[in-house]
């Protein structure tokens, strides 16, 4: 579930929790939980709602002046209306593992490990040394010109990315990406062990 920035912000800070939508069907369910721009948010509930029945408290917890405005945001289509409670439960996970520059044998192996099986599964060959170094050699490049050097289409290649930034090896800049102390970390032990000489 995608959340406007200020309205991730609301659900942190305790001024809004509640979202509404129209889907088809649910498209969330209670329990589950998602990271927003804000952290980690959880889908607290999700109801059937009218939209004559949008109170002016469901409105300002949804983070609107009115009923007539929460409406006016809402797709313009004829699908139902859901109500959506939402809960902050703490920072985003990946924050920390960006951090965390200190890799043992055991973590550089289980990245290289989870590496390996994210290029087996793509069906255009190995991507993840090429995108990481591309990345490190030209941080806050945007992403359309880090795709054309890499022969990759812009769309496939940002998916991609976050796959590396779920790793905590990557982060989003306002305009591209660079490495995580993390990923620094990875490729200088990476680096060091293909400069090693064999035994």
């Given at each position: 579930m995608l959340l406007p920035v200020?309205?991730?912000?609301?659900?942190?800070d305790g001024?809004?929790?509640?979202?509404?939508?129209?889907w088809k069907t649910p498209r969330?369910?209670?329990g589950s939980t998602f990271i927003s721009s804000a952290g980690v948010i959880e889908i607290v509930t999700v109801d059937p709602a009218d939209a004559d029945d949008?109170?002016?408290?469901?409105?300002?917890r949804a983070g609107f002046a009115?009923?007539?405005?929460?409406?006016?945001k809402l797709r313009k289509n004829d699908d139902p209306i859901f109500r959506v409670g939402l809960r902050w439960v703490g920072p985003d996970p990946?924050?920390?593992l960006r951090a965390d520059a200190d890799l043992s044998d055991d973590d550089v192996g289980d990245l290289v490990t989870r590496l390996d099986r994210l290029d087996a599964r793509a069906s255009y060959g190995p991507w993840t040394?090429?995108?990481l170094d591309v990345i490190a050699r030209r941080p806050a490049v945007?992403?359309?010109e880090l795709a054309a050097e890499l022969g990759r289409e812009r769309a496939e290649f940002k998916l991609d990315v976050r796959k590396l930034k779920k790793l905590g090896l990557t982060h989003s800049l306002d305009v591209g990406y660079e490495l995580s102390p993390r990923g620094r970390a990875l490729l200088l032990r990476l680096d060091d062990e293909t400069s090693r000489p064999d035994d």
């Open positions: 200020r309205t991730a912000q609301g659900v942190a001024s809004i929790d509640l979202a509404f939508r129209r969330v369910k209670p949008i109170s002016d408290d469901d409105a300002r009115s009923p007539a405005e929460v409406i006016s990946r924050i920390a040394r090429a995108t945007v992403s359309t």
